[in-house]
């Protein structure tokens, strides 16, 4: 088991900025892909950023590509996700994933990652 516990969530106004953390107790990340997940209102879960196992290679989703950003503090055992210009259409509840070896190459669909956090909160307005 991988525990997962996102935070950073809150409310930010349009073209703010949030950086949300995903902290895994007591394990490293360190062979580990990890990936951002989130879900509307209403809307299925939808992917937003990933990365491969050891941070070499990052990938987004259109909608957030140039204002996201994926990345790793591995001595902290914390993945974040830089939000930056955020738009209405951001708002969400924000889940990280992870997954552990054996990792295939390539961005992993969310059915691939078998840890999940409890989720954050995310909410743009104005």
């Known amino acids: 088991q991988v525990p997962l516990v996102e935070s950073g969530g809150g409310l930010a106004q349009p073209g703010g900025s949030l950086r949300l953390s995903c902290v895994a107790s007591?394990?490293?990340?360190?062979?580990?892909?990890m990936g951002w997940f989130r879900q509307a209102p209403g809307k299925e879960r939808e992917f937003v950023a990933s990365d491969n196992w050891n941070g070499d290679y990052t990938y987004y989703a259109d909608s957030v590509k140039g204002r996201f950003t994926i990345s790793r503090d591995i001595a902290q055992n914390t993945v974040f996700l830089q939000m930056n210009s955020l738009k209405p259409e951001d708002t969400a509840v924000y889940y990280c994933?992870?997954?552990?070896?054996?990792?295939?190459?390539?961005?992993?669909?969310?059915?691939?990652?078998?840890?999940w956090g409890q989720g954050t909160q995310v909410t743009v307005s104005s």
């Open positions: 007591g394990r490293t990340l360190r062979s580990y892909a």
């Open positions: 994933a992870a997954r552990g070896p054996p990792i295939r190459l390539g961005k992993l669909t969310q059915w691939e990652y078998e840890y």
